[in-house]
């Protein structure tokens, strides 16, 4: 049966891990280039054990020339299975230095020198702390905050009950503040609790990575309180967040406005006011952190969202997410946050070695509010110069073909699925019998819409540009197995 998963962030901050990926159905081919012209590291070539990648070592580089491809296609398939797929797309291929390589990553493993330098940097001057407990004086803020918040809302409220009286339609208006309210009131009767334990003075234990065994997660914090660590000694992801009482309303969000809840739509508004903190200001905070960080350089910026950060349901700033990713020789890579389940009649998939790789910050004029890096890598030795990739038209035949299949209804239904992007990206795969290594090869990403039954869903879907096999970078092998 097939299905459409949207993957959330969230779900890339649950604690876990994931074990060796099974081998895949068809082997992985790529080609070899110079590895003169390029650093190398690692156990390679003659010291390579994995008879996997020796293999792959083995296959030559061809000569390196533009791809060919209009910068729009437009055209309509053949109906196969009630599935009808039309092409009507913008067509982006990024200029490229040296040519479409193919590169072998290793995973990073966070130094405890590398983690603390990181947090204390965002921290600034800041201790960090493995464990703070918040004084009375900590909470009389954030009571009186919530307070006035209620106030607020209760004067809305008031207000909206009065005219609903002459005009039926504030009826929404009343009931969304009605939850509004509550959902406050309860925040204040939780925020009272913790008061009420809470010592006269902070309490706070130094933090000592030492403490945290390898290999589990772990928190530590800032000793401000303003500021909350996630990571794992020797793994590859570190994770900041501002505060536990914050969220955010992100413009992307806003896109198809009839999929947002009611309760939410204010915040388009308060979204299309001028932002006095600019996208340029954004970045320049978090190119200076990525910089300064250090051991980040292989990351490009590749987009930005406009946002307000939230607390007790009132704005606290404007907010930019600034967020880079892995790069391939002028090939970003992309994380998509929407996949297709494969259903039986879809062919084999490769997924990602470990968890989906991207950083990102979310930024205001004060400086760093949010930051992850995730699934981090090292690229340790470029195998092909550039590899030869598939004919545009074989490239749209294979992605028809194969949407056909994914969204086969056979029950006299019919589905129209519409192409409106097509992007040429890398993205990092797994290899066989590695949970340590993958390797970043180009692929095409497709994304658009598709229609069945009066519901429109979106979707995104990438294949091997080298042989248009279906591929899923942004799940893990393991997760993969899992969806069956």
Same mark, same amino acid.
């Given at each position: 049966?097939?299905?459409?998963?949207?993957?959330?962030?969230?779900?890339?901050?649950?604690?876990?891990?994931?074990?060796?990926?099974?081998?895949?159905?068809?082997?992985?081919?790529?080609?070899?280039?110079?590895?003169?012209?390029?650093?190398?590291?690692?156990?390679? =070539?003659?010291?390579?054990?994995?008879?996997?990648?020796?293999?792959?070592?083995?296959?030559?580089?061809?000569?390196?020339?533009?791809?060919?491809?209009?910068?729009?296609?437009?055209?309509?398939?053949?109906?196969?299975?009630?599935?009808?797929?039309?092409?009507?797309?913008?067509?982006?291929?990024?200029?490229?230095?040296?040519?479409?390589?193919?590169?072998?990553?290793?995973?990073?493993?966070?130094?405890?020198?590398?983690?603390?330098?990181?947090?204390?940097?965002?921290?600034?001057?800041?201790?960090?702390?493995?464990?703070?407990?918040?004084?009375?004086?900590?909470?009389?803020?954030?009571?009186?905050?919530?307070?006035?918040?209620?106030?607020?809302?209760?004067?809305?409220?008031?207000?909206?009950?009065?005219?609903?009286?002459?005009?039926?339609?504030?009826?929404?208006?009343?009931?969304?503040?009605?939850?509004?309210?509550?959902?406050?009131?309860?925040?204040?009767?939780?925020?009272?609790?913790?008061?009420?334990?809470?010592?006269?003075?902070?309490?706070?234990?130094?933090?000592?990575?030492?403490?945290?065994?390898?290999?589990?997660?772990?928190?530590?914090?800032?000793?401000?309180?303003? =500021?909350?660590?996630?990571?794992?000694?020797?793994?590859?992801?570190?994770?900041?967040?501002?505060?536990?009482?914050?969220?955010?309303?992100?413009?992307?969000?806003?896109?198809?406005?009839?999929?947002?809840?009611?309760?939410?739509?204010?915040?388009?508004?308060?979204?299309?006011?001028?932002?006095?903190?600019?996208?340029?200001?954004?970045?320049?905070?978090?190119?200076?952190?990525?910089?300064?960080?250090?051991?980040?350089?292989?990351?490009?910026?590749?987009?930005?969202?406009?946002?307000?950060?939230?607390?007790?349901?009132?704005?606290?700033?404007?907010?930019?997410?600034?967020?880079?990713?892995?790069?391939?020789? =002028?090939?970003?890579?992309?994380?998509?946050?929407?996949?297709?389940?494969?259903?039986?009649?879809?062919?084999?998939?490769? =997924?990602?070695?470990?968890?989906?790789?991207?950083?990102?910050?979310?930024?205001?004029?004060?400086?760093?509010?949010?930051?992850?890096?995730?699934?981090?890598?090292?690229?340790?030795?470029?195998?092909?110069?550039?590899?030869?990739?598939?004919?545009?038209?074989?490239?749209?035949?294979?992605?028809?073909?194969?949407?056909?299949?994914?969204?086969?209804?056979?029950?006299?239904?019919?589905?129209?699925?519409?192409?409106?992007?097509?992007?040429?990206?890398?993205?990092?795969?797994?290899?066989?019998?590695?949970?340590?290594?993958?390797?970043?090869?180009?692929?095409?990403?497709?994304?658009?819409?598709?229609?069945?039954?009066?519901?429109?869903?979106?979707?995104?879907?990438?294949?091997?540009?080298?042989?248009?096999?279906?591929?899923?970078?942004?799940?893990?092998?393991?997760?993969?197995?899992?969806?069956?």
């Amino acid at each position: 049966m097939k299905r459409v998963f949207i993957i959330a962030t969230a779900l890339l901050l649950l604690l876990g891990s994931f074990a060796c990926q099974p081998t895949p159905e068809k082997d992985i081919i790529i080609n070899k280039g110079d590895a003169n012209k390029f650093p190398v590291t690692g156990d390679i =070539g003659d010291g390579e054990k994995n008879p996997a990648i020796k293999a792959l070592l083995q296959i030559e580089s061809v000569p390196f020339a533009p791809y060919d491809a209009p910068k729009r296609v437009t055209r309509e398939g053949e109906k196969r299975s009630g599935v009808t797929v039309r092409f009507d797309a913008e067509v982006d291929i990024p200029p490229v230095y040296g040519g479409y390589a193919v590169t072998l990553v290793e995973k990073r493993a966070l130094s405890d020198e590398t983690i603390r330098r990181w947090a204390q940097y965002i921290a600034g001057d800041t201790q960090l702390v493995k464990m703070l407990e918040k004084s009375k004086a900590d909470y009389v803020e954030e009571l009186k905050a919530i307070q006035e918040t209620l106030a607020e809302l209760q004067e809305q409220y008031d207000t909206a009950v009065k005219y609903a009286e002459t005009a039926p339609s504030w009826m929404d208006q009343v009931q969304e503040l009605e939850g509004w309210i509550e959902d406050c009131k309860q925040g204040l009767a939780d925020t009272q609790k913790k008061f009420n334990r809470a010592p006269d003075s902070a309490v706070s234990v130094p933090l000592d990575l030492n403490d945290y065994p390898r290999g589990e997660w772990f928190m530590f914090e800032k000793a401000d309180g303003r =500021g909350v660590f996630q990571t794992m000694r020797g793994g590859n992801c570190l994770a900041f967040w501002y505060s536990q009482t914050t969220s955010y309303q992100w413009e992307s969000w806003f896109q198809d406005l009839s999929s947002v809840p009611q309760e939410d739509r204010h915040w388009y508004n308060v979204l299309q006011e001028k932002f006095s903190f600019t996208k340029e200001q954004a970045r320049a905070i978090s190119d200076a952190a990525l910089a300064e960080m250090g051991e980040l350089s292989e990351y490009v910026q590749t987009s930005f969202d406009k946002g307000l950060l939230i607390e007790h349901n009132r704005v606290q700033s404007q907010v930019w997410r600034v967020e880079y990713s892995r790069n391939n020789h =002028g090939l970003p890579f992309y994380r998509q946050l929407i996949t297709i389940e494969q259903n039986s009649s879809a062919p084999p998939v490769v =997924g990602a070695p470990w968890e989906p790789e991207f950083i990102y910050f979310v930024v205001d004029e004060n400086g760093i509010r949010y930051f992850t890096a995730w699934g981090l890598g090292t690229e340790t030795m470029v195998l092909v110069d550039n590899v030869e990739l598939l004919p545009f038209d074989s490239v749209l035949q294979r992605m028809e073909s194969l949407l056909q299949q994914i969204y086969a209804v056979g029950t006299g239904g019919e589905t129209e699925v519409r192409i409106e992007r097509i992007e040429l990206r890398s993205a990092l795969i797994s290899l066989p019998n590695e949970m340590n290594r993958g390797i970043s090869i180009p692929v095409w990403h497709f994304s658009g819409t598709n229609e069945s039954n009066g519901v429109t869903l979106p979707f995104a879907f990438t294949i091997d540009a080298r042989d248009g096999a279906y591929i899923e970078p942004s799940l893990p092998t393991t997760a993969l197995a899992s969806y069956g």
